[in-house]
């Protein structure tokens, strides 16, 4: 009975070790990834843009500590000198935001920009809801930004508003 006993209770601690070891090699993948992630990701992009809003260029800057910032070619709100489209879209500033992975390449961000006033629109807050992904081999990021406007005293992180654009974009890491 003894020896019963005993090895019930062994067999319960060897379970309890293997479970430990399991629930702790689950949150060392999902960090490994993370990690890769964040080293594939971060740098400094050129990328085209088209949607609704012409097309254009952006420098794109993602660092390793989760932010997220961009300046755009057609900022001044006129359309590019390539874009053939004539398209033209408010003058905005640059954008800020965060960002995270998702998966080993893969990421969300969201950025916030300003669109300033014209003699025809009301200045805004710009949120872009950013699903992106990089190809480590070729560096290239290539993604999707959705758009949504809102009035100056709106929370954009809390509040919701139309779909304002949509956008695709692609482009390679500068590398030194």
Known sequence: MKTRKAFATLMICVLLVLGIVG?????????HYIADCRRLVTGTYITKVSGDFGLFSLLMTITRDGDYFFTGSNQSGAP?????????????????????????????????????????????????????????????????????SFSLNANPLQDNAPVAGTETFTGPRIVP
């Open 23 to 31: 629930f702790v090699n689950l949150h060392q993948a999902s960090a």
């Open 80 to 148: 590019s000198p390539s874009d053939q489209s004539g398209v033209s879209s408010q003058p905005y500033s640059n954008g800020q935001g965060s960002w995270k992975c998702t998966s080993d390449r893969d990421f969300t961000a969201t950025v916030l920009n300003f669109s300033y006033p014209t003699a025809t629109l009301p200045g805004a807050i710009v949120r872009s809801d950013v699903n992106a992904t990089v190809d480590p081999k070729a560096g290239i990021l290539q993604g999707k930004a959705t758009l949504r």
